[in-house]
Nanobody
Framework: QVQLVESGGGLVQAGGSLRLSCVAS????????MSWYRQAPGKQRELVAAISSVGTTNYADSVKGTFTISRDNAKNTVYLQMNSLKPEDSAVYYC???????????????????WGQGTLVTVSS
């Protein structure tokens, strides 16, 4: 089994910063694209930022220039540095991996579309 565990959410004032982390647990063989999504109350879940296995990134227009996604492959971790936060950035932030392979004994298992449990970010005005 594989799990994604997010951390780093919390309450911050507008203009402040937060850094989210997401660690993939298990005997990881490889991780493909890692992403951050967010979902505000009453709204659909939306892609915030994504990073490929070789470091190619893409961002939602609303966060370009203020959020930075990065990953540490040795630690099976993806980060989201969020600067200049606004109240409209308030949401539950979810980590997502489109494909992850783990080593289970003598076999390799592949999991698709894996989600974390989410971490709440609240930005006060």
């Amino acid at each position: 089994q594989v799990q994604l565990v997010e951390s780093g959410g919390g309450l911050v004032q507008a203009g402040g910063s937060l850094r989210l982390s997401c660690v993939a647990s298990g005997r990881i063989f490889s991780i493909n694209r890692m992403s951050w999504y967010r979902q505000a109350p009453g709204k659909q879940r939306e892609l915030v930022a994504a990073i490929s296995s070789v470091g190619t990134t893409n961002y939602a227009d609303s966060v370009k220039g203020t959020f930075t996604i990065s990953r540490d492959n040795a630690k099976n971790t993806v980060y989201l540095q969020m600067n200049s936060l606004k109240p409209e950035d308030s949401a539950v932030y979810y980590c997502h991996v489109d494909q992850i392979q783990i080593i289970d004994g003598s076999v390799r298992r592949r999991y698709l579309e894996v989600w974390g449990q989410g971490t709440l970010v609240t930005v006060s005005s």
